[in-house]
């Protein structure tokens, strides 16, 4: 255990504070959640690479630097509710939960789901729902959200996830084209959302959060 708290310090020193990360609730909640509880026993010697760790299925557990990103972009606030779709084995709720006051966490792969329920048990989270179920249907029943965060690909952002956020609150996403991505955030103005760029980076394109594909010949 020893070993993995340092590799967690070396994580934060050589991944996250040189991307110009630098809110101490980001820095402190990653140096204190143990990220090997939510890899999977046979890589758990990959938790701390700097790079997306597989989880198989297409799925994968995002590397430090892009979840650190994300999150200073979303600028998450202690009264905050927040909306973590496609969150896999729960890593992204549990940091979230050190930062923010309540966590709806949706997965639907209900065997990723249960190692999430099982890791963040484990680690004694108590502020994280978790719920099984689509995540382009988000959690309309605990909402509207502060803050919506997506870990993954997508190349859309449904209008059903639109209407759970909060007049003025705050999502982040990683837009995919192709192998390319691009992180964006978006704040909530009356019926739409404004999006603009925030960095780069990628993820497999999670299900559902296709563009449709127009018909050609």
Do not use: C
């Amino acid at each position: 255990m020893p070993a993995f708290a340092a590799r967690r310090t070396v994580m934060v020193d050589t991944q996250v504070r040189p991307s110009d990360v630098t809110k101490l609730p980001i820095i402190q909640a990653m140096l204190t959640i143990p990220r090997e509880r939510f890899v999977p026993g046979p890589m758990v010697e990959a938790a701390y690479i700097g790079e997306n760790v597989s989880l198989g299925g297409g799925r994968v557990l995002l590397e430090p630097r892009t979840l650190a990103k994300m999150l200073d972009t979303l600028d998450i606030k202690p009264s905050d509710l927040v909306l973590d779709l496609a969150v896999a084995t729960g890593y992204s709720s549990a940091v979230i939960a050190h930062m923010a006051q309540a966590v709806v966490a949706v997965e639907a792969d209900e065997s990723l789901a249960a190692e999430a329920g099982a890791a963040l048990e484990s680690i004694g989270v108590t502020n994280v729902a978790l719920e099984t179920g689509a995540p382009t249907a988000g959690a309309p029943e605990h909402g509207p959200y502060d803050a919506i965060i997506v870990e993954g690909g997508i190349e859309v952002f449904p209008a059903a996830l639109e209407s759970q956020l909060k007049e003025g609150g705050r999502v982040v996403a990683i837009f995919m084209q192709g192998a390319l991505g691009t992180v964006r955030l978006g704040v909530r103005h009356g019926d739409g959302i404004r999006w603009r760029d925030a960095f780069n980076a990628a993820a497999p394109l999670l299900d559902g959060f296709a563009a449709e594909r127009g018909f050609a010949l």
